[in-house]
């Protein structure tokens, strides 16, 4: 069975800095790309990052650039997000997700909530 | 970049009933587009992919169509599991990969 499974959230001032990972199994990790995608409370869905299976192309939304960073560990079968200078608007519920047709598999989600 | 707006923002429908949901993209996306369906607290799941075709295990009652600007969900018969958030997604312009505000669609 594929499966992903984010870790890291939780609550950060603004200013602050998080971690996140997503272990993924059920799958050969390494030949898929992977894109993280946010949800603010009560709101729509936000593309933030992408990596491709080999690691040599990157995106980041505008949003997030300059302050977060994409990285895959394709040994230990993981996916991270690294968030730095984080602010209240990236308050936001945060999936790791397959980047197959184009999304065909999500992560439960990890909740990060920036505050003072 | 491509903006994604979805119609209408609420749709209610009685169970056993037929819901079509439209999307429409500020500029052709061929046939790149996804719908995704989202329960309450649950993460998006997949339904339909390259505009019309459905992901792995989704029931026939959900159809996808169009292409170029103009797409539509049908769920031909609500069942009470369907009553949830659907999203439509573009993949033919990237990045970013963009969204629609969603529709939800709920019992009348």
């Known amino acids: 069975e594929v499966q992903l499974v984010e870790s890291g959230g939780g609550l950060v001032q603004p200013g602050g800095s998080l971690r996140l990972s997503c272990a993924a199994s059920?799958?050969?990790?390494?030949?898929?790309?992977m894109s993280w995608v946010r949800q603010a409370p009560g709101k729509g869905l936000e593309w933030v990052s992408y990596i491709r299976s080999s690691g040599t192309t990157i995106y980041y939304a505008d949003s997030v650039k300059g302050r977060f960073t994409i990285s895959r560990d394709d040994a230990k079968n993981s996916l991270f997000l690294q968030m730095n200078s984080l602010r209240d608007e990236d308050t936001a519920v945060y999936y790791c997700?397959?980047?197959?047709?184009?999304?065909?598999?999500w992560g439960q989600g990890t909740l990060v909530t920036v505050s003072s | 970049e491509i903006v994604m707006t979805q119609s209408p923002a609420t749709l209610s429908v009685s169970p056993g009933g037929r819901a079509t949901l439209s999307c429409r993209a500020s500029q052709s996306v061929s046939t790149y587009l996804a719908w995704y369906q989202q329960q309450p607290g649950q993460a998006p799941r997949l339904l339909i992919y390259?505009?019309?075709t459905r992901a792995t295990g989704i029931p026939d009652r959900f159809s996808g169509s169009g292409s170029g600007t103009e797409f539509s969900l049908t769920i031909s018969s609500l069942q009470s599991e369907d009553f949830a958030i659907y999203y439509c997604q573009q993949y033919n312009d990237w990045p970013p990969w963009t969204f629609g505000q969603g529709t939800k669609v709920e019992i009348k």
């Open positions: 997700a397959r980047a197959w047709r184009p999304y065909d598999c």
């Open positions: 390259d505009a019309s």
């Open positions: 059920g799958f050969t990790f390494s030949a898929y790309s």
